[in-house]
C-alpha cells in the first residue's frame, strides 16, 4: 500500500489544449460534442463546460496560432477522455457523431468501460467513454482487475440511446 495515496475523491479537473485556430475549436468542442462556452478571453482563449460546471475544457493560441500538431513519435498528451453518465448518452453522442459525418478512428469494449475514439481539428485525440457498473468490472481469481481492449458493438450502442 502506498505511504502517502492521493485522496480518492481526487479527479481530472479540465484539460487545456493549445489549438491553432480558435474558432475551429470551439465549433467542434461546442457544435460536435455539445460543450457550452462558458467563457471566453477574446480572440485568444475558451473556456468549456457541460451541465453548469465552469470549465471542462480551455481552448488557447496563446502559444500555437496558426500552429501545426505535434508529429507522430514526440511525446505529448496522447488523448482527452470525457466519462459520460451513461451508456444512452454515449449512445446519442455517437449518433450526433454518425450525423455530424465525424469519423471515429476506434471504439473499444475494455471490460470496465465502453470507447469511442476520434480527432480534434488540431489532431488531438478524443475519448468519449461510459463506464460500466464497478460490479460488472472483469477481475480474476484473486480480485484483481483485468481489463481488456475488444472490438464494440457500435450498431449494439446506436441502440442504447
Known amino acids: 500500500m502506498l505511504e502517502n495515496p492521493i485522496d480518492p475523491g481526487t479527479m481530472v479537473g479540465h484539460v487545456h489544449l493549445k489549438v491553432s485556430d480558435l474558432e475551429r475549436a470551439i465549433e467542434f468542442y461546442r457544435g460536435v460534442l455539445g460543450f457550452e462556452v462558458t467563457q471566453r478571453i477574446g480572440d485568444t482563449a475558451a473556456f468549456l463546460g457541460a451541465g453548469g460546471y465552469h470549465h471542462q475544457i480551455g481552448l488557447n493560441t496563446w502559444e500555437s496560432k496558426g500552429g501545426d500538431p505535434p508529429p507522430l513519435g514526440a511525446t505529448g498528451l496522447y488523448h482527452t477522455a ?80
Request: charged share 30%; with cysteine; hydrophobic share 35%.
Open 82 to 161: 470525457f466519462l459520460y453518465p451513461s451508456r444512452a448518452a454515449l449512445g446519442k453522442a455517437l449518433r450526433h457523431l454518425v450525423d455530424s459525418g465525424i469519423q471515429l478512428e476506434g471504439a473499444a469494449d475494455h471490460g470496465v468501460s465502453e470507447a469511442l475514439y476520434l480527432r480534434d481539428p488540431d489532431g488531438n485525440g478524443v475519448e468519449l467513454y461510459c463506464d460500466r457498473p464497478r460490479e460488472d468490472w472483469p477481475r480474476d481469481e484473486n480480485g484483481d482487475l483485468q481489463m481488456y481492449t475488444r472490438a464494440l458493438d457500435i450498431e449494439e450502442l446506436l441502440e442504447a440511446n
